[in-house]
């Protein structure tokens, strides 16, 4: 089984960086497609960023780049001149998805909180 673990949320200032973190077990994410999702207050689960087994990368936000170390089994999600709207839960997910649409992704951690505050 695989199971994702995040970390590296937390409460900072709107201007500050944050690096979340999410190591994988039971499966190499070199075999994935991996991603970061996130849901805000209000708002349904959306996507974020997300990365190939080839290392192509993508993301709605020019502030946040993804990243990968395969030897550690572990992605990362740099956030940089984080603003309140930054406030969200922020899952990592992998899996084979045909798109962004979070009800195609297979694995999922549990999140978490990164609260930008002004």
């Known amino acids: 089984q695989v199971q994702l673990v995040e970390s590296g949320g937390g409460l900072v200032q709107a201007g500050a960086s944050l690096r979340l973190s999410c190591a994988a077990s039971?499966?190499?994410?070199?075999?994935?497609?991996t991603g970061w999702f996130r849901q805000g207050p209000g708002k349904e689960r959306e996507f974020v960023a997300a990365i190939s087994r080839n290392g192509g990368t993508t993301s709605v936000e020019g502030r946040f780049t993804m990243s990968s170390d395969n030897a550690k089994n572990t992605v990362y999600l740099q956030m940089n001149s984080l603003k309140p709207e930054d406030t969200a839960v922020y899952y990592c997910?992998?899996?084979?998805?045909?798109?962004?649409?979070?009800?195609?992704?297979?694995?999922w951690g549990q999140g978490t909180q990164v609260t930008v505050s002004s």
């Open positions: 997910a992998a899996g084979t998805p045909a798109g962004w649409d979070p009800r195609g992704w297979d694995y």
């Open positions: 039971g499966g190499t994410f070199r075999i994935y497609t």
